[in-house]
């Protein structure tokens, strides 16, 4: 279900079979203002956005997941389904990239877009199309892409050697654009910044060298990753997460695994302690019920990424007993319904889920109005919402218009797919026979 999710989030000439029945073909003519195919990709939330940053980064944890815990997506039979979103961001990525000094890092405008509340295949908008180059740079996105098409080089390695050959090559020429020209790309796309403005850069420069280190074993990209580590500071003491604009904590991980080195290690115990036992007299807030609570947009989505990664260090680098896979465990198990609420924050899976996320193709609203009808004539299938507002178990209604405990994103699937993978590999379990039903 959680891959199903990235299914309806699908842009562009859709797959002959498409298996979410209520979407359609849409955004056919993205790009067409610059004369350029910036078709397909994954829309970003509930609009209809094209946003590389958090598409970039989504794309990359699915990746990883499916390298470190391909035989679980393999045992829920999901395996090939994984490929084939993995490859549909990263085809359009490498579409974004038509040059070797230009990345198109957004299409269709957000103000315009969140505008109208309706079906992707009815759009009518202007969609324009948003480039960072050698002269307007974009370090950050143009970094993480190359991250998303190295790591999917990775799983794709065996599948497919030629397609993956191809992923590293267009992975390489975006980390040099980025490497050679530096610069945030929300200063030189105004609209990014109002959605998702980055913090900085140095981060995805060490993330994206550490994965082409990874996809290639070049000692030149390691070198680049740990000299760009020294320089890296971290003004939150490493008490924050895994998200689309941070990278450096998913960057520990990656080194600690890679290299086995302690400042990698000890770097990645401080955060994973202030997740669980405290670091420094300091620990995350938790929820009576056991969620470790971050912030209050999202709050879901932070401890499934920090969930997921702490599976990958507990299972590939060390654990202090059972520590970190405990605290994943109970992380994920939260949102599957062991809360309190006695809820489920998936849609469409266990025990009284949310049955209206903010979402405008699940909605399928006819009247452009957000509250009409009451409930969504689709069930988004996979999909997490934001969750709780603040730490408290209750601080949750499943309302469409609450965009920031009920929106669902490709950022908030991207850590929890993969720990998902994690878990039937410990816990097994039995494939739907049918799925998805008939509407």
């Not at 797959?15 to 979407?23: D, I, L, M, N, T």
């Not at 980025?178 to 929300?186: C, E, L, Q, V, W």
């Not at 990664?309 to 060390?318: E, N, S, W």
Request: hydrophobic share 40%.
């Amino acid at each position: 279900m959680a891959l199903y999710f990235y299914d309806a989030q699908r842009s562009g000439k859709l797959p002959e079979g498409f298996r979410v029945k209520w979407r359609g073909d849409s955004a056919l003519e993205d790009g067409s203002d610059v004369g350029i195919d910036l078709t397909g990709g994954f829309y970003d939330a509930g609009d209809h956005v094209k946003f590389a940053l958090p598409m970039a980064s989504a794309m990359t944890l699915l990746s990883w997941g499916g390298i470190e815990y391909g035989d679980g997506y393999h045992r829920a039979h999901q395996k090939g389904v994984l490929l084939s979103l993995v490859r549909w961001g990263a085809d359009w990525l490498m579409r974004a990239h038509p040059s070797e000094d230009v990345f198109y890092a957004q299409v269709g405008n957000g103000a315009l877009d969140h505008d109208r509340w309706g079906a992707a295949e009815a759009m009518t908008m202007k969609r324009p199309a948003y480039k960072v180059d050698s002269s307007k740079p974009g370090s950050d996105v143009v970094a993480e892409a190359s991250a998303a098409l190295a790591s999917a080089a990775i799983l794709f390695k065996s599948e497919d050697p030629e397609y993956s050959q191809r992923l590293l090559r267009s992975a390489r020429s975006l980390f040099a654009l980025a490497d050679t020209h530096r610069g945030r790309y929300s200063k030189a796309i105004h609209d990014a910044a109002e959605y998702y403005p980055s913090s900085g850069y140095l981060d995805e420069l060490i993330w994206a060298a550490a994965w082409l280190y990874r996809a290639t074993g070049e000692a030149g990209y390691l070198q680049k990753a740990e000299a760009y580590y020294q320089r890296f500071q971290d003004d939150d003491d490493l008490h924050w997460t895994q998200t689309w604009d941070d990278k450096i904590y998913g960057a520990n991980v990656l080194l600690a695994e890679m290299t086995g080195k302690d400042v990698y290690k000890s770097a990645v115990e401080r955060w994973l302690n202030f997740w669980t036992v405290g670091d420094a007299g300091k620990r995350i807030r938790y929820t009576p019920g056991g969620l470790a609570w971050l912030d209050r947009w999202g709050s879901l989505r932070y401890a499934a990424n920090t969930a997921f990664l702490a599976f990958i260090y507990a299972d590939r680098v060390g654990d202090h007993g059972t520590r970190y896979r405990d605290f994943a465990r109970s992380q994920i198990d939260y949102i599957l319904g062991e809360n309190p609420e006695h809820r489920s924050y998936v849609v469409g899976f266990g025990a009284n889920p949310p049955r209206n996320p903010h979402h405008a193709g699940a909605h399928g609203s006819l009247s452009d109005d957000v509250d009409e009808p009451g409930d969504n004539r689709h069930i988004l299938y996979g999909a997490l919402v934001g969750g709780p507002s603040a730490p408290k178990d209750d601080a949750y209604i499943d309302r469409r218009s609450d965009y920031v405990t009920n929106e669902v994103s490709l950022d908030y699937n991207a850590g929890f797919t993969g720990a998902l993978a994690r878990m039937a590999l410990e816990y097994g379990g039995t494939p739907l026979e049918v799925f998805p039903p008939v509407e």
